[in-house]
């Protein structure tokens, strides 16, 4: 398989406990994305690296939110100290500029759900 | 004006009909145009997508028309089948803002009947 993969696919956690979500992007990709996406909305960027250098953050994106891409290569998305509001899928996709544009490709997402 | 306007929320379509989503957007700095379809539980998958240089793409029985003008584009789908219901999302990218994340319309729950 050579998507996007996520893990875990599913998290329950207690609230005020810190989660971590893993993204490996398909490997020729320099581009990767976080994005989160509630029930019936559409997904909502919240960050974006372009190789290891995090080059932009949402505004949604709080101080108890933080991502990483060691080495350009997977990311992970850490939260601290969960709050109910943070239950979502967590989105991660890649992509790869070409002529012809710039087309991400999501992943599975990572299910959140904080009780 | 960040924003895309997606509509309807939701549609029900018979077997064999056509499906129409609209969505509108302000920007005109935006330069890329995909739609995405998603099922339950699963992430977003790249459906058909258009600049706009092109006026409309077709792909199998997807298509998108796009007009500059009034800054709106529409997915149709042709012959619609019950197993494409799902949820559709359009979305819209800046080339030149560097990062070129996308932004998403709401989303429309497409049904399809049998």
């Known amino acids: 398989d050579t998507g996007v993969s996520q893990n875990p696919r599913h998290k329950i956690t207690k609230r005020g406990q810190n989660v971590t979500f893993r993204c490996d992007p398909i490997s020729e990709h320099n581009r990767l994305y976080w994005y989160r996406q509630t029930l019936g909305q559409g997904p909502e960027f919240l960050t974006y690296?372009?190789?290891?250098?995090?080059?932009?953050k949402s505004r949604l994106l709080s101080d108890r939110f933080s991502a990483e891409r060691p080495k350009g290569s997977f990311s992970t998305l850490e939260i601290q100290r969960t709050e109910q509001g943070d239950s979502a899928m967590y989105l991660c996709?890649?992509?790869?500029?070409?002529?012809?544009?710039?087309?991400?490709?999501f992943g599975e997402g990572s299910w959140l759900t904080v009780v | 004006q960040q924003q895309v306007k997606q509509s309807p929320q939701s549609l029900i379509v018979q077997k064999g009909g056509i499906s129409i989503i609209n969505c509108a957007y302000e920007n005109t700095a935006f330069d890329y145009f995909p739609w995405y379809q998603q099922f339950p539980g699963k992430g977003p998958a790249l459906l058909i997508a258009?600049?706009?240089?092109?006026s409309e793409k077709k792909e199998g029985r997807f298509t998108i028309s796009f007009n500059k003008s009034a800054k709106q584009f529409s997915l149709h789908i042709m012959d619609s089948q019950p197993g494409d219901s799902a949820t559709y999302f359009c979305?819209?990218?800046?080339?030149?803002?560097?990062?070129?994340?996308?932004?998403f319309g709401t989303g429309t729950r497409l049904k399809v009947l049998a």
């Open positions: 996709a890649s992509s790869f500029r070409t002529n012809s544009g710039n087309t991400i490709y």
């Open positions: 258009i600049r706009p240089d092109v």
């Open positions: 979305a819209a990218s800046m080339g030149n803002s560097g990062t070129y994340k996308y932004i």
């Open positions: 690296f372009q190789n290891e250098a995090q080059l932009e």
